[in-house]
């Protein structure tokens, strides 16, 4: 069994490291130190439910569902595009360096809905974890599902913890407020790309 969790492990740590809405979120927070234990627990714990949902077999059915995948996309769409313009905001007025006092920050209410709306509104956050990892997990044996569903679920947590909090590392880089007007730039062009790819793809 404890191939099979590393199994679980290791599917899902390279499904979830690219650069995307959800890692790029947890990123700047974890970098503003605000409110990164909600981030980090709210992304992990999400992305725990979508994968328990791909491993009982919601996968194919979101995945054949022309009205479901139709609503995801939209919605998903309007959401990466309204955050987008925050980051393009924050981007050009700057602000400085790790004092981050001058662009406005989240309360904890809209910490927890920017979190859960990154890890449930957007369809590639569903692809990766209900229908990819859930496709993977069907092939193993009844009797292993178990160990991978841990698995699986164990990377997701230490993903999220190692990027929310390791950001610290590079504190002294985004102590220039250079590097923040840098950083909210590459997260905006990242979200309104996701988003185009949503909305006219």
Not at 13 to 37: F, P, Y
Request: aromatic share 8%.
């Amino acid at each position: 069994m404890t191939s099979v969790f590393f199994s679980g492990f290791g599917v899902t740590v390279g499904l979830i490291m690219a650069i995307g809405a959800q890692n790029a979120h947890v990123l700047r927070q974890g970098l503003r130190r605000e409110h990164v234990l909600l981030t980090v627990a709210v992304s992990a714990m999400c992305d725990a439910g979508l994968i328990l949902l791909g491993m009982a077999g919601v996968g194919p059915w979101l995945s054949s569902s022309a009205t479901a995948m139709a609503a995801a996309k939209i919605g998903g769409g309007v959401f990466l595009l309204w955050y987008g313009a925050r980051a393009a905001r924050s981007a050009w007025r700057g602000h400085a360096g790790m004092n981050t006092s001058g662009s406005q920050a989240l309360s904890r209410r809209q910490a927890l809905a920017a979190a859960a709306g990154f890890s449930l509104l957007n369809p590639h956050a569903y692809l990766d974890t209900v229908v990819l990892i859930g496709a993977v997990g069907a092939t193993q044996l009844e009797a292993a599902r178990p160990a991978f569903t841990a698995g699986a679920i164990a990377a997701s947590f230490v993903w999220f913890v190692l990027l929310g909090y390791g950001a610290r590392l590079m504190g002294p880089l985004f102590q220039r407020p250079v590097a923040w007007r840098v950083l909210d730039s590459i997260v905006a062009l990242t979200l309104w790309s996701i988003a185009a790819s949503l909305l006219l793809g």
